[in-house]
C-alpha cells in the first residue's frame, strides 16, 4: 500500500528515468509534489525503499533506481507532469475503499463497522501505521480489520492503527500495539490523538493547548514536545482503547 504522494513521487521519478535516463533532483521532486521542503521527499523516498519500490545506490549522486511499480501504475497513462493531487486527496483519511483500493484522488465512503451474528463483536478497520515517535508520512489504505467487543468502543465511527516508536511508553502505548481512534476532528486537551501535520505527517501525540498554539506532547522524556500552530494541525481522531497481543 502507499500513500497518494508516494504514489505520486514513484511516477514521477519512473517517468523522468524513461525520458531522460537520469533520476531528477530533490528540488525537481519537491517542486513537483509541491512539498515545502526537501525533507518530506527525503521521508517518501525513505517509505518507497522500505516497501521495495525503489533502490538508492551509495556513493553516487541522484543514483536512486525503481525496483518495480504499482500494477495500477504500470497500466496507466503516464503525463509529462503528474496532475496536482487535491488537497484533500493528501490528507490522512481513515476510511475504506470498497471494491478494490483504487487510489483517484476523490471522497472516500465512511468505514465500514460490521455487527456479527451474535449481534455483540464489531469489525474495525486497521488503516496501516501510525507513529509514536517521529512523524511518518500519512497512511490512507485499509490494511485488514479487527473485531472487538463494542465495550471497547465510543460511538460513532472507529479505526485502528498500528503503532511504530516509543514516544508513548509512559501512557502504555508500545511499539507493535494497536489503537483503536475515534473519527473526529476535535480534541480536549490532554486527549491522546491522531494528528496530522502539514497534510503530509501523522503522529500520534497528547494534545495540548498553548494560548492560540497546539502543543503535540510524547509520553516519554527522550522526546520534545512540539508546539505547532493550529493551521497546521488536523486532528483525525481521539484514542479511545488498546489492543496487544502476546
Do not use: C, W
Not at 519512473?14 to 530533490?26: K, L, W
Not at 463497522?113 to 449481534?119: A, I
Not at 503530509?200 to 494534545?207: F, G, N
Amino acid at each position: 500500500m502507499l500513500t497518494r504522494k508516494q504514489l505520486d513521487l514513484l511516477q514521477f521519478i519512473e517517468q523522468r528515468m524513461r525520458e531522460s535516463g537520469v533520476p531528477p533532483s530533490f528540488d525537481e521532486m519537491k517542486d513537483a509534489l509541491d512539498l515545502k521542503s526537501k525533507s518530506g521527499i527525503h521521508r517518501l523516498i525513505t517509505a518507497l525503499e522500505e516497501r521495495g519500490f525503489l533502490r538508492r545506490l551509495p556513493n553516487r549522486a541522484r543514483a536512486i533506481e525503481v525496483i518495480r511499480i504499482p500494477e495500477s501504475l504500470s497500466r496507466a497513462k503516464v503525463t509529462t507532469t503528474p496532475a496536482p493531487v487535491p488537497v484533500e486527496a493528501r490528507r490522512f483519511t481513515p476510511s475504506v475503499v470498497e471494491g478494490g483500493r483504487s487510489r483517484e484522488a476523490r471522497p472516500r465512503p465512511a468505514a465500514t463497522q460490521m455487527v456479527d451474528d451474535s449481534g455483540r463483536a464489531i469489525s474495525i478497520p486497521v488503516m496501516g501505521r501510525i507513529a509514536a515517535g517521529t512523524p511518518i508520512s500519512a497512511i490512507q489504505n485499509q490494511s485488514h480489520a479487527i473485531t472487538l467487543s463494542p465495550d471497547f468502543l465510543a460511538g460513532g465511527e472507529h479505526y485502528a492503527l498500528e503503532v511504530r516508536g516509543d514516544s508513548m511508553v509512559e501512557a502504555g502505548i508500545l511499539d507493535g500495539d494497536l489503537v483503536v481512534i475515534r473519527k473526529q476532528d476535535t480534541a480536549n486537551t490532554g486527549d491522546i490523538i491522531v494528528a496530522l501535520i502539514d497534510d503530509e505527517e501523522a503522529t500520534l501525540k497528547r494534545l495540548r493547548r498553548r494560548g492560540s498554539s497546539i502543543a503535540l506532547e510524547a509520553a516519554n522524556p527522550a522526546y520534545e514536545t512540539r508546539v505547532l500552530g493550529p493551521d497546521r494541525v488536523q486532528i483525525q481522531g481521539r484514542l479511545v482503547s488498546l489492543v496487544r497481543r502476546y
